[in-house]
C-alpha cells in the first residue's frame, strides 16, 4: 500500500498567519494528491484535487503545490473559520493499491 | 442540490451483518465512481470500497472478503454490506462521490454510524 505521511500531526497557529502543510508519499504517484478539511461532527470537504487545483468555492487563500512523493497545503492567511483537521489523499489506485489517506494535521488557535 | 445521504447504520453485535444505504440526488448518479470511507471516533479517515461506473469493486484488505459495495443505477443508490463485523469496524461510514478524473471526493453524505458491540 502507499503510505501518506502528513507533517505536522498538529499545529497551533493565530488568524492572519501563513500555514504550510507537508504530505509525503511513500512512492510517487504524480499528482493524484487531494486534500480535505474537516470539522468536528462534520463530513469533509474538498479543498484540493489533482495537487494544486482549487475546488469550486474554496477561498483562494488555500493552495497546494507538489508532485511526485512531495507535496504541500498552504493557507496564506488563516481566517477564523479555517481552524479545522486536514487531511491528504492519494487517489493513485488500482486494483492492487487502495486508496489511503494521511494521518491528519489538526490546526489549533494559538 | 447534489446530495449523497446515507443511512442504516446502527448497533450491531459481533459477526453480524447491516446493510448500508446512500442515496444520490441532484446528478447523474450512474456516471460516477462512487466510495465509501469510514471514520472510528477520533480517528482519521479510511477508504473501504470503490465502486466504478461499469460495476467494477475495489476494497482494501481490511475489509475483503467481509465487506460488498454495490449500486443500483436506476434507483439513484449505493449500498455497502456489512458482513462477519468486528468492533474494529465500529465508526461513522460516508458515502463520497468521485467528481474529478484524478479521482478526488468533491461530495460527501452527513455519515451515518455503525457500532459493533455486545
Known amino acids: 500500500d502507499i503510505q501518506m505521511t502528513q507533517s505536522p500531526s498538529s499545529l497551533s497557529a493565530s488568524v492572519g498567519d501563513r500555514v504550510t502543510i507537508t504530505c509525503r508519499a511513500s512512492?510517487?504517484?504524480?499528482?493524484?494528491l487531494n486534500w480535505y478539511q474537516q470539522k468536528p461532527g462534520k463530513a469533509p470537504k474538498l479543498l484540493i484535487y489533482a495537487a494544486s487545483s482549487l475546488q469550486s468555492g474554496v477561498p483562494s487563500r488555500f493552495s497546494g503545490s507538489g508532485s511526485g512523493t512531495d507535496f504541500t497545503l498552504t493557507i496564506s492567511s488563516l481566517q477564523p473559520e479555517d481552524f479545522a483537521t486536514y487531511y491528504c489523499?492519494?487517489?493513485?489506485?488500482?486494483?492492487?493499491?487502495?486508496?489511503?489517506f494521511g494521518q491528519g494535521t489538526r490546526l489549533e488557535i494559538k | 442540490e447534489v446530495q449523497l445521504v446515507e443511512s442504516g447504520g446502527g448497533l450491531v453485535q459481533p459477526g453480524g451483518s447491516l446493510r448500508l444505504s446512500c442515496a444520490a440526488s441532484?446528478?447523474?448518479?450512474?456516471?460516477?465512481?462512487m466510495h465509501w470511507v469510514r471514520q472510528a471516533t477520533g480517528k482519521g479517515l479510511e477508504w473501504v470500497s470503490a465502486i466504478g461506473t461499469a460495476g467494477d469493486t475495489y476494497y482494501p484488505g481490511s475489509v475483503k472478503g467481509r465487506f460488498t459495495i454495490s449500486r443500483e443505477n436506476a434507483k439513484n443508490s449505493l449500498y455497502l454490506q456489512m458482513n462477519s463485523l468486528r468492533a474494529g469496524d465500529t465508526a461513522v461510514y460516508y458515502c463520497?462521490?468521485?467528481?474529478?478524473?484524478?479521482?478526488?471526493?468533491?461530495?460527501w453524505g452527513q455519515g451515518t454510524m455503525v457500532t459493533v458491540s455486545s
Open positions: 463520497a462521490r468521485a467528481g474529478d478524473p484524478l479521482g478526488a471526493f468533491d461530495i
Open positions: 489523499q492519494q487517489s493513485y489506485s488500482t486494483a492492487l493499491t487502495p486508496i489511503t
Open positions: 441532484g446528478f447523474t448518479f450512474s456516471s460516477y465512481d
Open positions: 512512492q510517487s504517484i504524480s499528482s493524484y
